[in-house]
């Protein structure tokens, strides 16, 4: 069975409710019609029912729920709401009914903050960072974690190395130059994860051009700073720092190269030390081994919100949909 729907199948033991705040994109409609026809998610499309049913052509998306912002008994309510969240940089009410009313990615992120879902999927046509603004401003960071980042889950095929070829690759999105700090967060929620969406224990190596002290240079510095503050955070975490690739997923390898490590040769979530790596990395992978890449999967916030490429295809949506409810699914628990 394909990681995907292995994902699928633990998403339908405990339905999540996910947002779809683009509801008038085609590719929104169609992704809607195959969730609840498989029964992935329960879908809350946001806008006039009237209007998004006519552009629904040959898809069945009846049963969604439908929120319209403009006729929604609560406005005022989550208007009140926003307007708290946001007083330090003074929003008025007023302000935060217009946007709740404008902006349906707001009113979106506020439909999961208020209860009403357990997550939110956009991108398809709106930006990175649209999507991420109301989600940092409302939602913001989880307890203990300092900073957003975004991962690619790969499903690797043909390969018995990380997790029977499943990996997760980070920070490969967001997070341009990490400092020592901010890559400790990222390895720590990266670890998060693995364990939310593969179900199984994350071993966590965070690589550089050297393994073990091989090479002397502040990049390499940077790294292994960063795997001591992980293992303070996280002291329970199976983690090691200053790994290259092949002693970090290669068991005769990190034999070879790390023979005290618990976690050289194993790992199943790989640390780039910065975007560039990690960007190029999930890239090569995916092109040359053929691997699926899953995301960018957004972590670090309060409650699950992610991203889509603006290029993305119906079918891609259904996927980051049942990866947002096992992020929910963790998060409710």
Known sequence: MAFLDKVIEIAKKDVQTIVL??????RTIEATHKILEQGIADVILVGNKT??????GEWNIENATFINPETFEELDAYAAALAELRKSKGMTQEEARKLLLENALYFGVMLVKMGRAGGMVAGAANS????????LQILKTAPGTKLVSAVFLMEVPNCDLG???IFIFGDCALNPNPTSEELAHIAISSAKTFESLVHKEAKVAMLSFSSKGSAAHPDVDKVIEAGKIAQNLAPDLQLDAELQLDAAIVPKVGKSKAPESKVAGQANVIIFPDLDAGNIGYKLVQRLAGANAYGPVCQGLSMPVNDLSRGCYADDIVGTVALTALQAQMQSK
């Open 163 to 165: 997790e029977e070829g």
């Open 21 to 26: 705040p683009e509801a008038f994109d085609p």
């Open 51 to 56: 209007e998004i049913l006519s552009g629904s």
């Open 128 to 135: 990175t960072a649209n999507v991420l603004r109301p989600a």
